[in-house]
């Protein structure tokens, strides 16, 4: 007489109703596209919710209900719209709460490191000064070094002067402090006019450049990172010796650190 065998596998066990369980996966999907749709606005009618999701309108009204009861959504019966809840903010602000702009920027800046094959640099600014906080050597025999937890004068480097940049004027003045400021090398802006001058060139490209103005024989390209209130809070920043940094260089170099300090933006702040 044969006996029935059972199999126990590891791990969870399997749904009693793999339909079912499609459906609740495939309800969460909808749900969360439904949230999406809703931060983008200040607010939708149900029917244009529907359209923008490409859902039917009863789908998305019996989606909308519930996260409003959990209050991830909200609405308006005065004008029918509705609108992302306080829930939502709830949630997003944990993230706040946790995020590290170095853990973060991670992946990002050994990434740009060997794509350029230069040494790459995460900033983060402390009164007059910037501070390496992260840092992806070159491999080059000659190459740029910081020490980690190193310090920059914030007007006489890349990093410093893209964070100046970026800054509204009331808090760039309250940053820089007096009008003359310390000479490094005879490329140092050490008046607040000359700085100026370069920061307005830095925001209409998206760049800043430190020619040689701390280190002789080192070049720097930098591009702020920004927070949800637009706000720098740090800069990536490309560095390497003037012979494998020329002129003619500067621009592809430029336009990457800019993209990869878009990018890191996003990652952290969403904009």
């Known amino acids: 007489m044969n006996e029935a065998v059972t199999i126990r596998r590891r791990g969870r066990p399997s749904s009693t109703g793999a339909t079912e369980s499609g459906g609740e996966v495939q309800s969460l999907d909808r749900a969360i596209t439904l949230m999406e749709v809703l931060a983008?606005?200040?607010?939708?009618?149900?029917?244009?919710?529907?359209?923008?999701?490409?859902?039917?309108?009863?789908t998305v009204h019996r989606l909308l209900t519930t996260l409003e009861r959990r209050g991830l959504v909200g609405h308006d019966p005065a004008t029918?719209?509705?609108?992302?809840?306080?829930?939502?903010?709830?949630i997003g602000s944990a993230y706040l709460r946790i995020r590290r702009l170095p853990e973060i920027a991670r992946t990002q800046i050994r990434e740009?490191?060997?794509?350029?094959?230069?040494?790459?640099?995460?900033?983060?600014?402390?009164?007059?000064?910037l501070i390496c906080v992260a840092?992806?050597?070159?491999?080059?025999?000659v190459r740029a070094f910081f020490r980690i937890g190193g310090r920059m004068p914030i007007h006489a480097s890349g990093g410093g002067k893209a964070i100046l940049a970026a800054m509204q004027p009331e808090a760039r003045r309250?940053?820089?402090?007096?009008?003359?400021?310390?000479?490094?090398?005879?490329?140092?802006?050490?008046?607040?006019r000359a700085l100026q001058s370069d920061l307005a060139s830095i925001d209409a490209r998206g760049y800043s450049i430190d020619d040689e103005e701390h280190t002789p024989g080192m070049r720097c390209?930098?591009?702020?990172?920004?927070d949800e209130w637009k706000e720098p809070i740090g800069a990536l920043s490309i560095s390497a010796p003037t012979v494998r940094m020329p002129p003619e260089r500067i621009a592809d170099l430029g336009a990457r650190v800019r993209e990869a300090a878009r990018r890191l933006t996003t990652r952290y702040s969403g904009l």
Not at 135 to 141: L, P
Not at 175 to 191: A, F, K, N
Not at 221 to 226: D, G, I, N, P, T
């Open 40 to 58: 983008a606005t200040d607010g939708m009618t149900l029917s244009d919710v529907a359209r923008r999701a490409e859902l039917p309108t009863s």
């Open 221 to 226: 390209v930098a591009a702020a990172v920004l």
């Open 135 to 141: 840092q992806v050597e070159s491999h080059a025999a």
């Open 112 to 129: 740009l490191s060997y794509a350029v094959n230069e040494t790459v640099n995460l900033s983060l600014i402390d009164g007059a000064e």
């Open 80 to 90: 029918g719209h509705w609108m992302v809840g306080l829930g939502m903010f709830r």
């Open 174 to 192: 309250a940053w820089l402090g007096s009008d003359q400021l310390e000479r490094y090398t005879e490329h140092t802006h050490v008046s607040r």
